[in-house]
Structure formats: C-alpha cells, structure tokens
C-alpha cells in the first residue's frame, strides 16, 4: 500500500473518531475556569451561563475560579488542559487583551493556545466624577487637564486595569496629563471615589449605575461606540470632542486550541441558545450588559485587534505591569 493512502486511511480513521467523539459529547461533567475570584463580573457572567448550558447538555457545567496574578493563573491552567471539551475558559480584557503587552514573558499565548468559542456578554465603561468636581462634561474635563497639567489626580483598579487604560487612551487621545492613583482592586479605587478622596474614576457600569442615580456621583460620558441603554441620558465619549474613542470591557468562552472543531461548535451553539434565555437576558438587561453570541472566527478577529489596541497603547504611554 502506498504511503499517500496510509495517510489517507489515518486521516479518515481519526476524523471518524473524532466525529463519533462530538457525537457522544458531553459524557460527564464541564469545568468552567474563571481566572478571577468569587463575585466580580467574570464570575457572575460564567454561572449565569453554566446554568444555562448544564440544563442544555444534560450534565453539570461546574464554576471553577482561579484567581490571582492579574488573571495569569486562571488562564495559564486553560491553556494547559486538555482540549476535550470538558474545560471552558472565561476570557475578558485584562487576562486576554491586555496582558499580552503588559506582562513579560507571559505563560500562555491567547492566539496559539485557545480557540475562541463566542463573546458571552459586553459593557461599557462610564467615567464618573465626585460631586464636588467642577467638569460636568468631557469637554470640561480635558479642558481643566490641559490647563493644570498632572494636578488632576484620577483612581483605578490597578496599573494595567481597564479603569486605567480607559483613562490613559482618553489623555493620549486628548492630548491632556493627569496623574494615576492605582489602588489594589476596584472596591477601594471605587471608595475613595464616592468619597472624594480621589474625584475621578472610570467603572463598569453595574456597580455606577446606582451611584450615578443616588446622585452620588457624575456620569461624564461612556465608552461604547453607541450609548449604553442603561444610561441612554448619559453621552459617548466619542460623541462628546474625542471622536473613535471607544473602550468595551467584554467577557468570552474559549477552549483549548486543541479541541475538536465538531465539539467547538457544539459548545459555540449551546452558548448562543443560552444567551436567549429569558433568564439570561433579563440578568443582563439589569447589570448593563450587552449580549454577545457572534461568530468563533467574529471573536478570533476581535481579540487580534484588541490585543494589538493595547500593546500599541502600552508602549506609547510607557506603562509597566506592576
């Protein structure tokens, strides 16, 4: 027998497998790694999906959280499994969009080492000020920036965070200096916002929302390229002089790279039927978020040219991972 056709035997006798594999998929149960802690949004878009999709599949899709290192740990152990289907990663900005220019040597390489399955859920950031800050629009802001160049001081979750580099695209964009004040995590960045420690912050719009309907603080604008339906009142940046500014923090499915195409667009087809529940809908209708279900190869695209937005943004503004 000639080689080409031992090829060819082998070839057709792993795709049979492989077939009968997705056929017989899922045999027991699915662990879901978020690589952040219990109770931040990663978490909460992950189970609100597991939910979903264990009912679909008929067997346990398990939450699995591994936090700490700016997501590295969570997602390293992602890049790792074994790409079988029974390990789901959640993907969002900091661990996959940003981390690749942020972090030397990074362990796992988000383009080579997972397939994206489908953007699970979208929100736009929104730049609140305290009360007492004199800026009630964009314009002022930057106006008051240009003039008392560095005086200004603005919080975030910590140096790379996507509160950070909203603000950092707004200042190159701009033209503008003010001075950052990381903290460790959105909770006390968000603290001393409210109380005015520190006058400008830029959030996720779930834990703003109530903020900025109490009266607590000030919605300057948002930073989608269209306004959010949970502040419709409330500009875009873009709109409001910065035009092309726009800023999505997103959370997306993926698996290792080396899982089957039949069973990858098994998973891609349950998370899309799982994002027009009306329970998942209505979960996200009330946290500002925006759904996704696009495409494997739509969010493949997607990350290549976030990545490159950030690694570009990174080296021109010279920030360092901490």
Known sequence: MKLSKIFAFAFAFALIATTLKAQDFPSRPIKFIVPAPPGGAPDAVARIIS???????????????????????????GARAVGDGY????????????????????????????????????????????PSFPARTIKELID????????????????GQSSHLSM??????????????????????????????????????????PLIKSGKLIALGVTGSSRSHALPEVPTIAES?????????????????????????????????????????EFYNRQGLELGGNSSEAFSTYLKVEIEKWKQLIKDRGIKSE
């Open 144 to 159: 008051l920036a240009k003039a008392q160049p560095g005086k200004i001081n603005y919080a975030s979750g910590g140096t």
């Open 51 to 77: 939910q979903r999709i264990s009912t679909q599949l008929g067997q346990p899709v398990i939450v699995d959280n591994r936090g700490g290192g700016n997501g590295i740990i969570g997602s390293e152990a």
């Open 168 to 209: 950092e695209l707004l200042l190159q964009m701009a033209g503008a200096k003010m001075t950052h004040i990381p903290y460790r995590g959105a909770g006390p960045a968000l603290a001393d916002t409210v109380s005015g420690h520190v006058p400008l912050h830029f959030l996720a719009l779930a834990p703003a929302i």
């Open 241 to 281: 002089g910065l035009p092309g500014y726009a800023v999505l923090t997103w959370y997306g499915a993926l698996v290792p790279s080396s899982t089957p195409k039949p069973i990858v667009v098994r998973l891609r087809d349950e998370m899309v039927t799982a994002l027009k529940s009306p329970e998942v809908v």
């Open 87 to 130: 390990t789901i990663v959640m993907g969002y900005a900091g661990p996959f969009s940003i981390n690749p220019g942020l972090v030397p040597n990074l362990s796992y390489d988000v383009i080579k080492d997972f397939t994206p399955l489908t953007m699970l859920a979208m929100s736009q950031n929104v730049l609140v000020v305290h």
